[in-house]
């Protein structure tokens, strides 16, 4: 079994800082990818940043340059420092990371989600 639990949601006003971060735990080989998603009310799931094992990171442009995904690898976690949030960053947050979890196996884990808003 493989669990990821996610950290550091809540409120916050329009310009301030969060700093979201997601823990891998279980029977884990290793991870690849890591990406962090978000789903506001009445809209899509939505891709924002992933960064590889190696660091390479990509970010939807909506958050490029306000937000940096980082990893360690030596603890299973992704974080997702968020700078300059505006209200349209109002969503619930998922961690996603595909974990190799048997000699032969690899799959995708979703965290529970944390729920970010930015007020106005």
């Known amino acids: 079994q493989v669990q990821l639990v996610e950290s550091g949601g809540g409120l916050v006003q329009a310009g301030g800082s969060l700093r979201l971060s997601c823990a891998a735990s279980?029977?884990?080989?290793?991870?690849?990818?890591m990406a962090w998603y978000r789903e506001a009310p009445g809209k899509q799931r939505e891709l924002v940043a992933t960064?590889?094992?190696?660091?390479?990171?990509n970010y939807a442009d909506s958050v490029k340059v306000r937000f940096t995904i980082s990893r360690d690898n030596a603890r299973n976690t992704v974080s997702l420092q968020m700078n300059s949030l505006k209200p349209e960053d109002t969503a619930v947050y998922y961690c996603?990371?595909?974990?190799?979890?048997?000699?032969?196996?690899?799959?995708?884990?979703w965290g529970q989600g944390t729920q970010v808003t930015v007020s106005s």
């Open positions: 960064i590889t094992t190696g660091g390479r990171t």
């Open positions: 996603n990371m595909k974990i190799k979890n048997g000699q032969y196996t690899t799959a995708i884990y």
């Open positions: 279980g029977r884990i080989f290793n991870v690849n990818d």
